[in-house]
């Protein structure tokens, strides 16, 4: 049984199996700005979206169904892998500010990317995240069998990893995220891209 920690405590509650993580108003994690400030974060940088998450060392597979209601841009469910504030990426079934619901990634070396993958219709998406050494892959699925890669990256980990949920609402007023199937099982995949 793993033992999950909070970064930004919310409300959680779980029911038949599905986990639901409040997702606050205007919340989320994306580091931007040209100047470091005295903590050495960029500038103008957002860390304040509910983040449960466990800490795990070595290879693992995580995957999650996910659903919300999609009210404001950027409204997510993600998953995300940290190292520390200037080190992690996430992976986010998102409501996008191009009027599309897509699965969108975001890798934070010091200042946060963002990447915009497929757009999908419907709901629920799986969410997949491995690690294969300092290798790290972001997939997602429309019916929880076939997944397919959005995202492949490096990230230097010497110790333990937090690997979690994140509940996201930067620009709306929040709203219930849903979690439900979660499984973290500590293996090497044969093929990062693939997802297996």
Known sequence: MRT???MNESSLTEKDGVLTIHAPAKTDF??????????G??????????YYY????????????????????YDACSLMLMKDRLNWGKLCFEKSDFGTIAVVSVVTKVRSDDA?????????IWLQAARVGNYFSFHYSL??????MTRLFHMDVEGP?????????PTGEGGPRH??????????????????
């Open 4 to 6: 999950f920690s909070w």
């Open 30 to 39: 994306f580091n931007f700005g040209e100047q470091l400030d005295a903590s």
């Open 41 to 50: 974060l960029p500038s103008e940088s957002s860390g304040n979206a509910p």
């Open 54 to 73: 466990t800490e795990i060392t070595g290879d693992f597979v995580l995957r999650v169904k996910v659903s919300l209601d999609f009210e404001s841009d």
């Open 116 to 124: 915009n993958g497929v757009n999908v219709s419907g709901e629920p």
């Open 143 to 148: 019916d929880g069998k076939r997944f397919d």
């Open 161 to 169: 990893l937090k690997v979690g949920l994140v509940a996201q609402s």
């Open 179 to 196: 979690f439900e199937q979660l499984t973290i099982q500590q293996r090497t995949i044969a093929n990062l891209r693939k997802g297996e």
